[in-house]
């Protein structure tokens, strides 16, 4: 199942009652390729999920994500999400999930040799 997130969602700010955790982050250059695993060590369960990006915008394509209780989701964000900013919020299905792993697909053309730091958040 595939499920469509508006990136430019992200400038609402969060709901104050659900605090956002950051869950994992890894940092990607132009040669790392077009698809990043990031690992979530995190015991925490999560309603929703979103990813940050920090040093310059990047295109994402989609979001894979893997739960640690069996399964997963695909979820398409289809847009440049800006420096400093974090796509819309991606509403786990079923909510309170434990999260294993996280893919995200995206544009390496741009990102040039600063590359980027991808922050995964969740609450």
Do not use: K
Not at 98 to 105: D, F, G, P, T, Y
């Amino acid at each position: 199942m595939a499920i469509s997130i508006l990136a430019g969602l992200a400038a609402a700010p969060a709901r104050a009652e659900y605090p956002w955790w950051v869950i994992g982050q890894r940092d990607v250059h132009a040669s790392g390729g077009d698809r990043l695993v990031i690992p979530v060590t995190s015991d925490r369960r999560f309603i929703s999920m979103r990813v940050c990006v920090q040093r310059q915008g990047v295109n994402f394509r989609q979001v894979d994500v893997r739960y640690r209780e069996g399964g997963s989701e695909t979820f398409q964000i289809r847009g440049v999400v800006p420096n400093q900013r974090c796509s819309g919020d991606i509403p786990l299905p079923g909510g309170d999930r434990s999260l294993a792993e996280v893919a995200i697909v995206y544009d390496s053309a741009g990102l040039g040799t600063r590359g980027v730091r991808m922050r995964l958040h969740g609450r």
